[in-house]
């Protein structure tokens, strides 16, 4: 595995954490983070085509990734990347399956949501977590038909430099995040549909024959 296909898939993990946090946080909000997270509340399920470009501090696309996404409230959680390496990351909030079907292998995990966070404070109603880590502020693109939040590390030792989240009607649109040396990955979100029937038997995984299990679950 490349160093950006493992960042990918670590980042792609981490997403599990969006769908165990859209109610809205308890304690103090200011008025930007309340704005956030009124955007994600009243979603049980999300499904969606994603668009995931590497882009390089010159410009050029480093690799460009077509995923599919579907999310469900509160323990589902289905990431397979169609092109150009397939490989599927899906778990039921217990037990996690990377199938690398190139390789005819596939490793089970158990799943630990705390080891995950940065898409928990990218897209989750948490804003009481969020605004302890990032600086956020908002505004509207020129059609006015857009939210933009920009998230900024507090921490000047991050490797992040700016987070921006944009929604369109109301919608998630994309996320976007800007290294400190120059990188950048975005997730486009197309095709998106909020609360779609989802069918629990799609966020786990059934083993084909003759492909090599690597278990590396605890087994309790």
Not at 40 to 46: C, F, R, V, Y
Not at 125 to 132: A, I, M, N, S, V
Request: with cysteine; aromatic share 8%; charged share 25%.
């Amino acid at each position: 595995m490349t160093l950006n296909q493992g960042f990918f898939r670590a980042l792609a993990i981490s997403l599990l954490t969006v769908q165990c946090s859209f109610s809205i946080a308890q304690g103090a909000q200011d008025t930007t983070d309340q704005t956030l997270d009124d955007l994600l509340q009243n979603i049980d399920t999300l499904s969606a085509e994603v668009l995931q470009l590497i882009i390089e501090s010159d410009g050029g696309v480093l690799e460009e990734s077509r995923i599919q996404m579907h999310i469900k409230r509160p323990n589902g959680f289905y990431w397979e990347t169609l092109d150009p390496f397939p490989e599927l990351v899906v778990t039921d909030g217990a037990t996690l399956w990377n199938y690398q079907p190139d390789l005819e292998q596939v490793v089970l995990e158990d799943w630990d949501s705390s080891r995950s966070e940065l898409a928990a404070k990218l897209l989750s109603g948490d804003t009481e977590g969020l605004h302890e880590d990032y600086a956020v502020s908002s505004g509207n693109d020129d059609d006015d038909q857009s939210d933009v939040f920009d998230l900024t590390p507090i921490a000047s030792d991050s490797v992040y430099e700016v987070i921006k989240i944009i929604f369109i009607r109301s919608e998630l649109q994309s996320i976007r995040v800007s290294n400190k040396n120059g990188q950048r990955t975005v997730w486009e979100f197309q095709q998106l549909q909020r609360n779609p029937s989802l069918d629990e038997n799609l966020f786990s995984f059934d083993i084909p024959d003759g492909i090599e299990v690597i278990d590396n679950t605890s087994g309790v």
